[in-house]
């Protein structure tokens, strides 16, 4: 089992910039990949970034660019820092772990934390 727990969100104007964190226990983090997803009000969750051994990243087009996701595997934690941030980047965003793929695909993610509320004010 692994216990993902996301910290970092909060409220925010448009263009100002937040970094979530998410801890991850229970099983050996630095083999896993971790993801980052966002739900908003009234839509299917989506996927944001992806990270995996070696430090390797992939990004939803939609973020390139604006967001970074890095990980510290001596903390394991997974962090997503986002810059330049849009109202219509208001969401939950929740960490994932997936113990075989490297995916955006939130079905190959065996692990996911609560979420953490981003607000973005105009």
């Known amino acids: 089992q692994v216990q993902l727990v996301e910290s970092g969100g909060g409220l925010v104007q448009a263009g100002g910039s937040l970094r979530l964190s998410c801890v991850a226990s229970g099983r050996p983090f630095s083999r896993a990949s971790m993801g980052w997803f966002r739900q908003a009000p009234g839509k299917e969750r989506e996927f944001v970034a992806t990270t995996w051994s070696g430090g390797r990243t992939f990004y939803a087009d939609s973020v390139k660019g604006r967001i970074t996701i890095s990980r510290d595997n001596t903390k394991n934690t997974v962090y997503l820092q986002m810059n330049s941030l849009k109202v219509e980047n208001t969401a939950i965003y929740y960490c994932?772990?997936?113990?075989?793929?490297?995916?955006?695909?939130?079905?190959?993610?065996?692990?996911w934390g609560q979420g953490t509320q981003v607000t973005v004010s105009s």
């Open positions: 994932a772990a997936s113990r075989n793929y490297v995916s955006d695909f939130a079905n190959d993610y065996d692990y």
